[in-house]
């Protein structure tokens, strides 16, 4: 097997384990010994978990999230059903990841520093491309008149925001309780995800 090949053999083995087990209890021993080879091996392609990740986002998360948004940006459909389309590749997007941010961050903070400079600059380029076609998005909708003469960059901010927090609260966390009798108690506003009225409320706001 070709050096390149190798590496992404391992790549591909971490990847499976971090989303399955989760990133923060998977060592590189596991990552070994589920790929058929010796944990120096291991080191011979990556210099520790975090070069993992940095080379998993930079090549797997990061294109696959690129496609996605290609996807949005090639749609000819009206501005409503670019949103859609918006919605839904988010969501796929959230719920094959976003339960794990959270912990990826945690670990990431705590490594060597270039390294931590290095994922957090990958994350950012995730983040730009998501911005960048929702801007386009909102501009096309002002300048079709789908959507009112408002600031695009603020709007953007406040769509990108709102449909990240909603589905990671929906998809990646229970935050519903137990009370002092044991009964479960749910959040306020918590409910089942629904596609139709997280567009409505993006598309016409919240005034009567």
Do not use: W
């Amino acid at each position: 097997m070709a050096n390149k090949e190798k590496k992404k053999m391992i790549a591909e083995v971490a990847f499976d384990l971090f989303l399955s087990n989760g990133y923060m209890t998977t060592k590189i021993i596991d990552i070994a010994k589920k790929a058929g080879i010796g944990k120096g091996t291991v080191y011979e392609y990556f210099d520790s978990k975090e070069s993992i990740l940095l080379y998993l986002i930079e090549n797997c998360v990061a294109v696959e999230y690129a496609q996605m948004m290609e996807k949005i940006r090639d749609c000819q459909g009206s501005t409503e059903e670019k949103l859609r389309l918006y919605l839904r590749q988010e969501t796929e997007f959230i719920k094959k990841y976003g339960r794990y941010v959270d912990d990826m961050k945690r670990q990431f903070l705590q490594a060597n520093t270039d390294i931590a400079e290095d994922i957090m600059e990958a994350v950012l380029g995730i983040v730009r491309m998501q911005l960048t076609t929702v801007m386009k998005m909102v501009e096309d909708g002002i300048a079709e008149g789908v959507f009112r003469n408002i600031n695009p960059q603020f709007t953007t901010s406040c769509i990108t925001s709102y449909v990240s927090a909603y589905l990671t609260s929906s998809f990646c966390f229970n935050f519903n309780y137990k009370d002092s009798k044991g009964e479960i108690v749910e959040m306020p506003g918590t409910q089942e995800y629904n596609e139709d009225e997280l567009l409505d409320i993006i598309m016409h706001g919240i005034g009567a």
